[in-house]
């Protein structure tokens, strides 16, 4: 398989994955063809209350094959004790280097980790640290390469060309899953309220949108329909837009990639998120197969309107804590958070300590999760 076949193939299966994870097992087996690898761990994270990071998916594959032993006893025991961990968190996003690198000398003769799960499987192995712009961080590692002995330069030329694919991959999933769409059919994903999804052939026009959406090409301040196209309001973005729409529908000579932008709307507190990605027509379940790109709108500014006294009522939270929680999920820092309400940060993460134990959780990325599911329900209507 030559090594456009094989990227090809990767990003085909890395937009797949990102809409459903049934189909990551396919997506971490062909990067490791694609790049000569024994196997590979992927693990996104959002920062914590305490400063630390609250791991939402971690995934470890051998050649296909999730290895749940290894996610167990890594993430459950040695992750916390693993040395490699805060200089893997200082390293430049991007930044590609050799597992050894970041243990001592010392670390590698006596280290519990090193010796127990890097020595065998990825002595030889890679790390890089990558970063999404609403805060959560990626770790990507790559196992010893087949064969063993060093890594050639076809193979780090290949993950340099799939680390823009693995962050697109991140963005559209935590999309989804904030909108409650992971997993979902084409036609369920359309009926999505939380975001604006707009669907296109294979010409890049519109073939369905759902109400949020309609509700833009409407307005025209942001999106608009141009004799069924989709186009930006501003002619700068217009022709990022167009850019990331030809090489989400191939027409860029390669294979279909998706990607993401930022649209800014005049007078807006806070821009709009688009995310653009190719649709395996094989996979469609729209319209016989005619949708091949997908378009989807995040309003950053009004994607959680909670009232806190509706946390008060639903959550039993004092109503201190309510207002802390409604900061937390608007996207503020503890530190920000403490400034925006007058306390301090002290006083913000002992708020925070209180509302784990009376929820029952553990940490701000469930809070915050939480927080933002019952602010999708119209007037705080649970059962609307």
Not at 170 to 193: H, I, P, T, Y
Not at 244 to 254: C, F, T, V, Y
Not at 259 to 264: K, V, Y
Request: some cysteine.
């Amino acid at each position: 398989m030559n090594q456009q076949v094989a990227y090809d193939r990767v990003l085909a299966a890395l937009n797949e994955a990102a809409f459903d994870d049934a189909c990551w097992p396919e997506a971490s087996k062909r990067m490791d063809e694609a790049c000569g690898a024994r196997g590979n761990i992927v693990v996104i994270g959002d920062e914590g209350a305490a400063g630390d990071v609250e791991i939402s998916l971690a995934r470890i594959y051998f050649h296909g094959q999730r290895s749940v032993y290894w996610e167990r006893r890594y993430f459950g025991r040695l992750y916390q004790v693993d040395e490699r961990i805060p200089r893997l968190r200082q390293l430049p996003p991007g930044q590609l280097v050799d597992v050894r690198s970041l243990y001592t000398a010392r670390e590698r003769k006596q280290s519990f980790v090193y010796n127990e799960l890097v020595r065998g499987e990825a002595q030889n192995g890679l790390n890089m640290r990558l970063a999404l712009p609403d805060g959560a961080k990626i770790t990507w590692q790559f196992a010893n390469p087949v064969g063993g002995g060093d890594w050639d330069s076809d193979q780090l030329g290949m993950i340099e060309r799939l680390k823009t694919h693995l962050l697109q991959f991140a963005r559209v999933r935590r999309a989804l899953v904030q909108a409650d769409a992971l997993g979902r059919s084409m036609d369920a994903v359309l009926e999505n309220k939380r975001v604006g999804v707009v669907q296109l052939d294979r010409r890049g026009r519109i073939v369905a949108a759902n109400d949020t959406a309609l509700a833009h090409l409407h307005s025209r301040r942001v999106l608009q329909d141009e004799g069924g196209f989709l186009h930006a309001a501003s002619k700068t973005d217009d022709r990022e837009l167009q850019g990331l729409l030809a090489g989400a529908l191939g027409a860029a000579g390669e294979g279909a990639a998706g990607g993401s932008m930022r649209l800014q709307q005049a007078h807006a507190t806070a821009p709009f998120m688009m995310h653009v990605t190719p649709i395996a027509v094989s996979g469609s379940d729209c319209e016989g197969g005619r949708v091949a790109a997908l378009a989807l709108i995040v309003d950053i500014g009004q994607q959680v309107h909670v009232d806190p006294g509706l946390l008060t009522g639903v959550l039993r939270l004092t109503p201190a804590e309510a207002e802390v929680a409604t900061l937390l999920a608007a996207g503020l820092t503890p530190k920000q958070a403490g400034v925006t309400s007058g306390r301090g940060e002290g006083t913000i993460r002992w708020h925070l300590h209180r509302i784990f134990a009376k929820l029952g959780i553990e940490g701000q990325a469930q809070l915050v999760r939480l927080v933002r599911a019952l602010g999708w329900f119209p007037d705080g209507n649970r059962n609307s």
